[in-house]
């Protein structure tokens, strides 16, 4: 009779057991809510590993991911990925046309064997973010296992080991998981995943973030605010408070603001759950008035008394309101836009694709009268084809492109060439990138054959003789940093055979200290950017100048002294300087004060305008990027955002041995014309062991024709040979803006 009653009970827990799986696995489905009392643990099942699916991997030139029905815990096989030496990789999965929700289940269990110390690994989740689902908002996991075994590794995805501060990760937008690693391995090493399933967890403290997070709005701009709960007991109770000032009758998850006057609010938002706890998030509004700068006129970018740029680095996966972006930045004085673009997204099985989103963002910032500029980055381009890569000086590969092999000037050149084809910008612009990143790269066996051949130098021990230290140290990377200009000049013919007109510019590393200090970027980075300049390949540079140390060494002052001394020959030199200057670092804003004042001392050296890294503001959906709106709101303040002129319908007729030089301006200036039959400026070499140029101003080889009378149409009628050089200059009333062209030659002009 006992073991009657004994079977009976182990069938009733049998049956019992197998309802609430039932259960637990229809809320997969069809959303059925399972809350485990914590008396049965019910598993969940998520992935049983024995196919591939949806998972994937990184760097797949030294990884593998494969099946493995020799090794694993339950069913026909388990997952195995291996990676080859090198800066490990990453094991991916992400939802089949849809997100995951592990709101009810947040623990995973996970099998999980090594065949060798991994060092670094970790488990990873990314999930989008409270009013903005398209963020991606990574949660790193430590993961302990031991070599050689199988070993359960179960993870609550509430509280992550590393997450971004003021994250939480949101269960229900859950879009990747993955494991990985970016230590290097010296060695191969392998990791088998099996049977991962989902349970309930135990109960923790209520954890909440409010979003928005530290917004900016104009006055009467509704602002709502919303709330993520992690944790605790449901129902929760909230409670809403303005200034510190309790908020009556509002007890809902989130709560409208809609502020009357400018300054600053804080909004304090406290919840308690069913068990008593309590916890609280706040946020920060801002609250601005749009700063009076009327429109912009229409011009070339060469030829606006003040270049008022904003730098877009899109995180193309990211969908971003490009109509709203281009609608903020107009109504906050800016006049230029630079959009970085990886050029891996309009690349595809070795040939170029159209990526319409890039049109979308150009078409949208056209729309609002923006000339468009296109920023590219060619070290960073390795990845389109793995031969790209350059070698470092122990003969491994590294992640960086050599642009000395003809794959890659093929490859990047056949692209750049597409986009001039294919999308209506107005320049383009070379990243920092153009050049190598150190000075242990590149001693590919292309550069080994093309230094012999272009040096003579027969009797190079490569590539001993060639590192830093080496008897031929300093005729390599001369001879490399040409290698880098050849490569801008090509993709410069490339892009003029498709765009005659567009505008070309480097973002280029500001020169600092004394002059061997400053030669150090083309010696060791290989970017000799006064070369390119005095070969005419650039129509303007742009020089990082966002540091926040305002005056002394490698200060905002030092940078625009040495960028008009060495770079441009002086104030008004050879070719505009339009400067990077970067009002936040990541998660780090930088001084409102600080910044304005350094816009401020670029003015006071004459410098040609700026371009703020990078947007942040309303219609951008990437978490980390501040708003802009005040830093301008604050400019205005200052008196820094004053209207905008420009020069327009500039004409240059040739006749003979004269030339007639005509333009317009939006405002009475006066005017000024410049030209030498030879140059105005040249280049001086300098350094002893490297050597490289120095752009100087050609003192007493020029005439110059002065109008003073204030007008708005200009013309001047000069003698030419060919090879006359010209430029020209105007000045308005205020004495506030000058407006000086780039040196031309009258070449450029003749049919």
């Known amino acids: 009779m006992s073991n009657t009653k004994w079977l009976s009970s182990i069938l009733i827990f049998i049956l019992f057991f197998g309802f609430l799986n039932l259960l637990v696995f229809s809320q997969l489905i069809n959303n059925v809510v399972i809350k485990n009392s ?17 998972w994937d991997y990184t760097s797949k030139d030294r990884n593998l991911l494969i099946i493995d029905s020799a090794d694993k815990v339950e069913g026909s096989a388990s997952l195995k990925g291996i990676m080859g030496v090198g800066y490990g990789g990453m094991f991916y999965k992400r939802p089949v046309g849809t997100i995951w929700d592990f709101t009810y289940t947040p623990m995973i269990h996970i099998w999980v064997k090594t065949n060798a110390s991994i060092p670094g690994l970790k488990f990873e989740l990314v999930t989008g973010d409270i009013g903005n689902p398209a963020a991606w908002c990574s949660f790193k996991y430590n993961v302990q296992v031991t070599s050689g075994e199988w070993r359960e590794v179960t993870i609550d995805l509430r509280q992550p080991d ?35 399933t989902l349970t309930a967890g135990p109960y923790i403290a209520p954890r909440m973030v409010v979003r928005p997070v530290d917004p900016t709005v104009t006055i009467n701009q509704t602002v709502v605010f919303s709330t993520y709960v992690l944790g605790g007991e449901s129902p929760y109770s909230y409670s809403w408070y303005v200034n510190g000032s309790l908020q009556e009758g509002q007890t809902s998850s989130s709560f409208t603001f809609i502020p009357s006057t400018s300054g600053t609010y804080n909004i304090t938002c406290q919840v308690t759950d069913n068990r008593g706890n309590s916890t ?41 309101n490009w109509t709203l972006i281009a609608e903020t930045c107009k109504d906050y004085g800016i006049n230029m836009i630079v959009i970085e673009v990886s050029l891996g997204y309009l690349w595809e099985n070795g040939q170029p694709k159209f990526y319409q989103t890039l049109k979308t963002a150009i078409d949208a910032f056209h729309a609002y009268g923006f000339n468009v500029h296109l920023l590219i980055m060619p070290g ?86 060639v590192v830093p230290g080496g008897r031929y140290w300093y005729e390599f990377a001369e001879w490399r940093a040409d290698e ?88 008004e030199g050879k070719i505009p300087v339009i400067p990077f200057t970067c009002y936040t670092l990541e998660s780090d804003p930088r001084p409102i004060d600080n910044w304005v004042q350094a816009v401020q001392i670029m003015r006071s050296y004459g410098l040609d305008g700026w ?31 004053e209207p905008v002129w420009a020069i327009q319908n500039f004409i240059v007729t040739t006749n003979g041995n004269y030339a007639t030089i005509s333009w317009t301006t939006t405002v009475p200036t006066n005017a000024t014309i410049e030209y030498a039959n030879g140059k105005i400026f040249y280049a001086s070499i300098i350094g002893t062991n490297f050597h490289h140029k120095d752009i100087d101003y050609n003192e007493t080889g020029s005439t110059k024709i002065y109008n003073s009378t204030w007008s708005t149409f200009h013309s001047f009628t000069i003698p030419i040979t060919e090879n006359t050089k010209f430029r020209i200059q105007c000045v308005d009333k205020n004495g506030i803006f000058i407006v000086t062209s780039k040196d031309y030659s009258i070449l450029e002009f003749r049919s």
């Not at 969940?44 to 591939?52: A, G, K, R």
């Not at 990760?169 to 099996?194: C, G, H, M, R």
């Not at 642009?403 to 920092?432: I, Q």
């Open 280 to 320: 609280y998030a706040e946020s920060d509004v801002t609250v601005v008035s749009l700063p009076l700068s009327p429109p912009t006129p229409p011009s070339s970018d060469l030829f606006k008394s003040e270049v008022r740029g904003m730098f877009i680095q899109p995180g193309w996966y990211i969908e971003h």
């Open 380 to 465: 960073n381009e390795w990845a389109l084809n793995l031969d790209m890569r350059a070698v470092d000086s122990e003969g491994n590969y590294v992640n960086y492109a050599s642009f000395t092999k003809n794959v890659t000037r093929t490859v990047l050149s056949t692209l750049c060439s597409f986009l001039a084809k294919n999308y209506d910008f107005e320049g383009l612009m070379f990243d920092d990138c153009t050049g190598y990143n150190g000075d242990d790269i590149d001693y590919s066996e292309e550069a080994r054959q093309e230094f012999i051949r272009e040096t003579g130098l027969t009797d190079v021990n490569w590539p001993s003789d």
């Open 38 to 54: 914590g008396k049965i643990k019910v598993y969940v099942p998520f992935d049983s590993c024995d196919q591939v699916n949806s």
């Open 162 to 196: 590393e997450a971004s501060e003021g994250l939480l990760p949101v269960l229900n937008i859950s879009k990747q998981i993955s494991f990985f690693t970016w230590s290097y391995l010296s060695s191969p090493a392998s990791l088998n995943w099996d049977n991962i």
């Open 484 to 571: 880098v200009t050849e490569f801008v000049e090509l993709i410069v013919s490339t892009v003029k055979a498709k765009k005659p007109n567009c505008i070309f510019s480097a973002a280029v590393f500001a020169p600092y200290g004394s002059s061997s200090m400053w030669g150090d970027w083309a010696l060791y980075y290989g970017q000799h950017v006064t070369d390119w300049i005095d070969r005419g390949l650039l129509d303007f540079v742009s020089p990082m100048i966002g540091t926040r140390t305002l005056y002394g060494f490698d200060s905002v002052d030092e940078r625009c002294q040495n960028v008009l001394q060495y770079f441009v020959g002086k104030r």
């Open 611 to 641: 371009i703020i890294w990078r947007y942040g503001g309303p219609g951008w959906n990437r978490p980390g990027h501040s708003d802009i709106r005040p830093y301008l709101v604050a400019l205005a303040e200052a008196g820094l955002l």
